[in-house]
């Protein structure tokens, strides 16, 4: 289902440093022991052919392992988004191995890439195409217009913090299409990848025409440090 996979890319996040925050510009703001992982509520909107569809989903990120390229230290980076359309559930999986000298600040992560593995729904697990998608909106590299924003209470499940922010933008090309990502983040070093909370706006075009956007809202909801892999059998 095409706004099953659309929607995957509204789950993440960007934000502004805090104390102590070892920034990595896209998806991590800093970099966790090994196994940790996050969970995410998520509410978005898809506009698509003068139709609206509202929906909830969770996303959950994890670190589910290390090992050595060469001489590079690596993390596998798991993403797992679980959807629920209409009562319809679907879960989109997407595991890649990157060195750990390209996740922190001013580092484009999705270009560094060493390989990765995509499930989609029931289908058979494939290698990850790097532009396969809006994937690349995950790992982002450093936002365009970054502007900082104002501290802001935040509840989330660590509590009510004061969370600093971040606006900006991303773009890229996924397929045929040219796809704008405008983010505005919440960090605070408490959570293990750094974000609390995100609004994500998609803006996906063909040949100058806008055919579909998403807006999305996301909220830490858990975390833990028992970390295991989706996908334990590929490496």
């Not at 690349?136 to 590299?141: D, E, M, S, T, V």
Request: proline residues 4%.
């Amino acid at each position: 289902m095409r706004s099953s996979f659309l929607l995957c890319a509204t789950l993440i996040a960007v934000g502004v440093l805090g104390p102590g925050i070892a920034r990595a510009d896209g998806l991590l703001y800093q970099l966790p022991e090994d196994r940790s992982w996050v969970r995410f509520d998520v509410r978005y909107t898809l506009k698509r052919e003068g139709m609206e569809q509202a929906n909830q989903a969770k996303l959950t990120m994890a670190s589910v392992g290390k090992a050595f390229e060469g001489a590079d230290e690596c993390r596998w980076i798991e993403l797992r988004v679980q959807l629920n359309e209409n009562g319809t559930e679907r879960t989109l999986i997407r595991k890649l191995l990157i060195p750990e000298k390209y996740l922190k600040k001013g580092e484009s992560p999705m270009e560094h890439v060493v390989r990765g593995w995509s499930k989609q729904g029931d289908q058979d697990v494939q290698r990850a195409e790097p532009d396969d998608g809006p994937w690349p909106a995950f790992l982002a590299g450093p936002l365009q217009d970054e502007k900082k924003l104002d501290k802001q209470l935040v509840e989330s499940k660590l509590g009510a913090l004061e969370c600093a922010g971040v606006s900006g933008s991303v773009q890229f090309k996924a397929g045929d299409r040219d796809t704008k990502v405008v983010f505005e983040t919440r960090l605070h070093e408490k959570a293990p990848f750094g974000v609390v909370s995100t609004r994500m706006q998609f803006e996906m075009k063909h040949d100058g025409q806008v055919q579909e956007s998403v807006d999305a809202t996301l909220k830490l909801a858990d975390f833990g440090k028992d970390a295991e892999s989706a996908l334990p059998g590929y490496q």
